[in-house]
């Protein structure tokens, strides 16, 4: 089991950049797939970005040529670089892992648990 901690969310206006961490301890980083998604309010949670256990990656269509997500194995961390922000990004971002791509991208809202998330709001 891997425990994961986000941070980096704040106030940044439209067109401006942010870059998400998400600190992972308690098991062997490398070899998770991992995922961020982010809950507007009154929305329902949605998957961002996922990067899989040898760096492949996936990205939804709406943050696709806006975001990158990216992983350091040695820091146990994995990073999410937003990028021309607009107000409908403003969520709470979270991330979370699991040992398989398909979880991660297709099955995470069988996810049991969540951490506190980060939030990100884009206003002028």
């Known amino acids: 089991q891997v425990q994961l901690v986000e941070s980096g969310g704040g106030l940044v206006q439209p067109g401006g950049s942010l870059r998400l961490s998400c600190a992972a301890s308690?098991?062997?980083?490398?070899?998770?797939?991992m995922g961020w998604y982010r809950q507007a309010p009154g929305k329902q949670r949605e998957l961002v970005a996922a990067i899989s256990s040898g760096g492949s990656t996936y990205y939804a269509d709406s943050v696709k040529g806006r975001f990158i997500i990216s992983r350091d194995n040695a820091k146990n961390t994995v990073y999410l670089q937003m990028n021309s922000l607009k107000p409908e990004d403003t969520a709470v971002y979270y991330c979370?892992?699991?040992?398989?791509?398909?979880?991660?991208?297709?099955?995470?809202?069988?996810?049991?648990?969540w951490g506190q998330g980060t939030q990100v709001t884009v206003s002028s």
């Open positions: 979370n892992a699991d040992l398989s791509i398909v979880v991660v991208t297709t099955y995470w809202d069988d996810f049991g648990s």
């Open positions: 308690g098991s062997i980083f490398s070899i998770y797939a």
